[in-house]
Structures are given as structure tokens and as C-alpha cells.
């Protein structure tokens, strides 16, 4: 076997509990926990305020066979998993679809974007 440890990035594998799924793109997680927002007065910066945030994951998939975009839709409580070229592994926990996921048919990819309360890096 070739020796990757200098393999950053260019590839990855995602699957939505345990099923895998064709990813185009664009893949993209957020763990944060928290966002910040500055506070400033006329006077000064006062400080900042603190709220939760879910975390987030990302893709481009390829809409292939047997897949459809009524099944993202309908995605609640769902585990995702991706593993990268990196050698780190995404795992994000009890997640949820957000946003309309369209299909695009010139080239068969939609875009989905999951939320959730634990999106972490191993």
C-alpha cells in the first residue's frame, strides 16, 4: 500500500446511516458549538454575546439511482459519517435536513445540508 501521509485533501467518502451516497463536492462541516456576536455602543466595544449553534455538514451528491430527493427531505435523526483524505473522520449525530434540496438534472447532483446537535472530528 502507498504511503499518504502527505494526502491532505481531494477525496472523501459519505455515508447517511451506513448507506453510502455518490459525493460530487463541496463538502463541508462545521463542529462550532457556540457563535459569537460583537456588542458595541457609541462609545465603545462592550463585549460580546453567546448563543448555541447546531453543527453543520454539507455536500454536492449525485443523484443516482434509487435515490430521491423526497428520501433527503424526509431525513431526521440521521447519522452521517465521512471520511477524508486527511485520515479524519466526520461524524455528525441525531442530524436533520435543512433548506429545499433540488435536483439538478444537466449534471445529477443536489445540494443537501444537514444540522444537528453533534457534528465532531476524529
Given amino acids: 500500500m502507498a504511503d499518504n501521509t502527505n494526502r491532505l485533501a481531494g ?3 459519505l455515508s447517511v446511516d ?4 455518490m459525493l460530487v463536492a463541496d463538502f463541508e462541516y ?30 454536492t451528491i449525485r443523484d ?8 433527503l ?3 431526521t435523526n440521521v447519522t452521517i459519517v465521512a471520511e477524508l483524505a486527511n485520515g479524519k473522520t466526520i461524524i455528525g ?6 433548506e429545499d434540496q433540488t435536483a439538478k438534472a444537466a449534471d445529477a447532483t443536489i445540494e443537501v445540508k444537514w444540522e444537528g446537535p453533534s457534528v465532531t472530528e476524529n
Avoid: C, F, Q
Fill in 30 to 59: 462545521n463542529p462550532s458549538k457556540k457563535t459569537r456576536e460583537t456588542l458595541s455602543g457609541m462609545d465603545d466595544v462592550h463585549g460580546y454575546s453567546e448563543k448555541p449553534r447546531p453543527g453543520s455538514i454539507s455536500a
Fill in 18 to 21: 451506513g448507506k453510502s451516497y
Fill in 93 to 98: 449525530r441525531n442530524m436533520w435536513t435543512i
Fill in 11 to 13: 477525496t472523501a467518502n
Fill in 64 to 71: 443516482s439511482g434509487g435515490l430521491t430527493v423526497a428520501d
Fill in 73 to 75: 427531505n424526509d431525513m
